[in-house]
């Protein structure tokens, strides 16, 4: 009669354990579809990101790029005045301020 019992626990137990063990691996599961959808969302998100950052080192380099033109038309600027204050003194650098002038021409018609 003993064994009979221990038998009928011995099975409630472990009738118990796998149920448990069951609704355990039932919720792993929801929980790794759900993290699955969130990771889905972040790497659509992570992609318009990208895109994002893409714009803004393409912007960071027409920038630059502008920057260095405005520099060197800086420049070109302080050397015509420069040469227009020596043209006032002297007449034999006409042909110097003739190219300065081409150059910004050039520079003001690539705009």
């Given at each position: 009669?003993?064994?009979?019992?221990?038998a009928?626990?011995a099975?409630?137990?472990?009738?118990l354990?796998?149920?448990?063990?069951?609704?355990?691996?039932i919720?792993?599961?929801?929980?790794?579809?759900?993290?699955?959808?969130?990771?889905?969302?972040?790497?659509c998100?992570l992609?318009?990101?990208?895109?994002?950052?893409?714009?803004?080192?393409q912007?960071?380099?027409?920038?630059?790029?502008?920057?260095?033109?405005?520099?060197?038309?800086?420049?070109?600027?302080?050397k015509?005045?420069?040469?227009?204050?020596?043209?006032?003194?002297?007449?034999?650098?006409?042909?110097?301020?003739l190219?300065?002038?081409?150059?910004?021409?050039?520079?003001?018609?690539?705009?």
């Amino acid at each position: 009669m003993i064994y009979e019992i221990c038998a009928i626990i011995a099975t409630t137990v472990f009738m118990l354990l796998a149920y448990f063990a069951v609704r355990t691996l039932i919720n792993i599961d929801r929980s790794l579809a759900h993290m699955r959808s969130i990771s889905i969302d972040v790497e659509c998100k992570l992609k318009d990101l990208n895109s994002v950052f893409k714009g803004a080192e393409q912007l960071g380099k027409i920038c630059e790029e502008k920057s260095k033109e405005l520099v060197e038309e800086e420049n070109i600027r302080k050397k015509y005045s420069e040469l227009v204050e020596r043209n006032n003194n002297h007449h034999t650098d006409m042909p110097d301020l003739l190219l300065i002038g081409l150059k910004l021409v050039a520079k003001f018609l690539r705009r």
